[in-house]
């Protein structure tokens, strides 16, 4: 199975701290680099974590809200003096064009590389990205402006051909895609030997959701559903769920609520309030309702599974 994993680069909120970085991951699947969000610092941290520039060809903005893309000018700068020819990919809200082809235009006028923006609708769930391995989704939030999370998720693959029954029927190479595909083999002696028997199941897909800024809404455990990793913002403690509320925050029982009604995999908490030094609270309260919780942290890698 290749490697699926999530990448934490920053996991604080607004406030700059000296405990967290704003808001920023990379998503690795089967070789291919995605980031979501790029705070400040994005960039420096992509440099303390050994994760290659060059790789990282797609970038997802949840909100135009500066901890979640203050960052991205920068980054797309030092692309550029690091000689970057391929074009860079940017989703995010309509609003950001206009604010990021000016600053294009002040700070990176010789730029040997294409920015290239698209439109993402964050009031609708569709698919925004897809290749042939995987499809990338929006998911709508209810946030204080625009905003929507990001689902990605493998496409299923082929079965696995046994080699022990393709060595043991002699099956020639140019024949493995079709058993892949389902076609049975006929024998020498007109014997026909199922697909089903020359190949094991194929994996299961895997899925990874990011829920960046949103305060609780009991929907949105349905465009998050069965998935296997669900990062899920918990600005606050539930002392402050009134304050979550007003600010279109969540708190981390809520994170867990939608966790549990969403039957997800495991739970990765993000996006702490600069009023705690320790997130271990926000960690208890969520594990009474949702236990396979985990905190995000800087160099943190998850693997999706």
């Known amino acids: 199975m290749q490697a699926f994993n999530v990448?934490?680069?920053?996991?604080?909120?607004?406030?700059?701290?000296?405990?967290?970085?704003?808001?920023?991951?990379v998503v690795e699947i089967r070789g291919k680099l995605f980031m979501v969000d790029c705070g400040e610092g994005t960039q420096t941290q992509l440099s303390r974590m050994r994760i290659s520039f060059s790789n990282l060809n797609h970038v997802f903005i949840s909100h135009l809200h500066g901890?979640?893309?203050?960052?991205?000018?920068?980054?797309?700068?030092?692309?550029?003096?690091?000689?970057?020819?391929h074009p860079l990919h940017i989703y995010a809200d309509r609003l950001l064009e206009p604010v990021l082809k000016a600053q294009l235009e002040l700070f990176c006028t010789n730029l040997e590389?294409?920015?290239?923006f698209h439109a993402v609708d964050t009031s609708k769930c569709q698919v925004i990205y897809q290749d042939?391995?995987?499809?990338?989704?929006?998911?709508?939030?209810e946030h204080r402006v625009?905003?929507?999370?990001f689902l990605f998720r493998e496409k299923p693959t082929l079965p696995h051909i046994r080699r022990d029954m393709i060595d043991f029927y002699k099956i020639p190479f140019s024949q493995i895609n079709n058993i892949k595909m389902g076609q049975s083999w006929i024998t020498d002696d007109g014997v026909e030997v199922p697909a089903s028997r020359?190949?094991?199941?194929?994996?299961?897909?895997?899925?990874?959701?990011?829920?960046?800024?949103?305060?609780?809404?009991?929907?949105?455990?349905e465009y998050v559903?069965?998935?296997?990793?669900?990062?899920?913002?918990?600005?606050?403690?539930?002392?402050?769920?009134?304050?979550?509320?007003?600010?279109?925050?969540?708190?981390?029982?809520?994170?867990?609520?939608?966790?549990?009604?969403?039957n997800v995999g495991q739970l990765m908490l993000g996006h702490y309030s600069a009023r705690y030094n320790n997130e271990e609270l926000l960690l208890e309260e969520a594990r009474t309702i949702f236990k396979n919780t985990i905190l995000a942290n800087e160099k943190l890698v998850v693997s999706v599974k």
């Open 198 to 221: 020359l190949t094991l199941p194929a994996d299961a897909p895997r899925s990874y959701a990011y829920c960046s800024d949103t305060r609780y809404f009991p929907q949105l455990a």
């Open 67 to 85: 901890d979640h893309c203050f960052g991205l000018i920068g980054m797309i700068s030092s692309f550029g003096i690091l000689g970057r020819v």
């Open 225 to 262: 559903r069965d998935v296997n990793l669900l990062y899920h913002e918990s600005t606050y403690a539930e002392d402050k769920v009134e304050g979550a509320a007003k600010y279109y925050h969540s708190t981390a029982m809520q994170a867990a609520t939608i966790a549990r009604n969403a």
């Open 132 to 141: 042939r391995s995987l499809t990338v989704t929006s998911i709508p939030l």
């Open 113 to 116: 590389y294409d920015v290239v």
């Open 7 to 25: 990448h934490v680069l920053g996991c604080g909120s607004a406030k700059p701290t000296t405990l967290h970085y704003p808001s920023s991951q």
């Open 146 to 149: 625009p905003c929507c999370g």
